[in-house]
């Protein structure tokens, strides 16, 4: 029925933390394919599989950043990769999280721990960080790469 969206216990505040977490998080993942695009060319069309999963396209990205040739550039891509690989389990815990009531009688999401506003905020915050990072490797070195 319409509106049925609305019996959901959830406050907005919580549904907004949340979203933007996902967003952000969905924005840092698509920065990442397009950073292994212009490293390997062709890595998009592999990355956009139903079986690919956060992690696997962090694993890909890991390995694909492991293998470019030594430099400055490599090591700094190779931090935001192991960075991006960190961040992906943040995002399972909020995304796979499971509906509980937390500690104030909210609705809540929990995974091992209450998954709290703050928690949701600080996730968005790193997402966000490791996207910007990417797209400045992407915008800057990555523009005159050139695949081995």
């Not at 950073?35 to 890595?43: A, D, M, T």
């Not at 430099?71 to 995304?95: G, T």
Request: hydrophobic share 40%; net charge neutral; aromatic share 10%.
């Amino acid at each position: 029925m319409p509106n049925d969206r609305l019996r959901s216990p959830v406050k907005p505040d919580y549904v907004s933390a949340l979203g933007l977490a996902a967003f952000t998080f969905a924005t840092c993942e698509w920065q990442v394919v397009w950073c292994s695009e212009k490293i390997r060319p062709g890595s998009a069309n592999k990355l956009v599989g139903d079986e690919r999963t956060a992690g696997k396209i962090a694993k890909f990205f890991i390995d694909l950043t492991r293998n470019m040739p030594k430099s400055k550039e490599r090591e700094e891509l190779s931090a935001v990769a192991e960075e991006f690989s960190r961040l992906v389990d943040m995002r399972n815990a909020i995304l796979h999280g499971k509906p509980c009531t937390g500690p104030g009688g909210e609705a809540r999401l929990s995974s091992g721990m209450v998954l709290e506003i703050e928690y949701l905020e600080n996730a968005a915050d790193a997402f966000t960080a490791c996207a910007c990072e990417l797209n400045r490797l992407f915008y800057g070195f990555l523009s005159t790469y050139t695949p081995q």
